[in-house]
């Protein structure tokens, strides 16, 4: 069953412009969402993450909105530079008790997203 869905699966943008990632999930008790970056022949790094009594958070160019009601979550990428072109995850995780924490990343191919900056 799927936790996570991510889309587009490919985002081509122009050098300058905005992008725009989606992300949406299935359980109303995800509190945690954290947004990974990946570059070819490396390991996902932790871009920005927000919690779910949040509806935005900024860091930098970097800009997540949430909508708790609708589940859904994006990521903006203002100004898109020639280095953010990279492949991009969501993931959810529920509040938990110490030892039995659950983490859903959104890592197979078909629920990633794939940015080209040109």
Not at 62 to 84: C, M, Y
Request: with cysteine.
């Amino acid at each position: 069953q799927e936790q996570v869905k991510q889309s587009p699966q490919s985002l081509t943008v122009k050098e300058g412009e905005i992008s725009i990632l989606n992300c949406s999930y299935e359980n109303s008790l995800f509190d945690y969402f954290p947004w990974y970056r990946q570059y070819p022949g490396k390991g996902p790094a932790l871009l920005i993450a927000i919690r779910s009594v949040m509806n935005e958070m900024e860091d930098g160019r970097l800009t997540v909105f949430h909508n708790k009601s609708a589940k859904q979550l994006s990521l903006h990428i203002a100004t898109s530079q020639p280095g953010d072109s990279a492949t991009y995850f969501c993931a959810a995780s529920a509040q938990c008790s110490p030892d039995t924490c659950s983490l859903y990343p959104d890592l197979q191919p078909r629920l990633q997203t794939h940015l080209l900056c040109r």
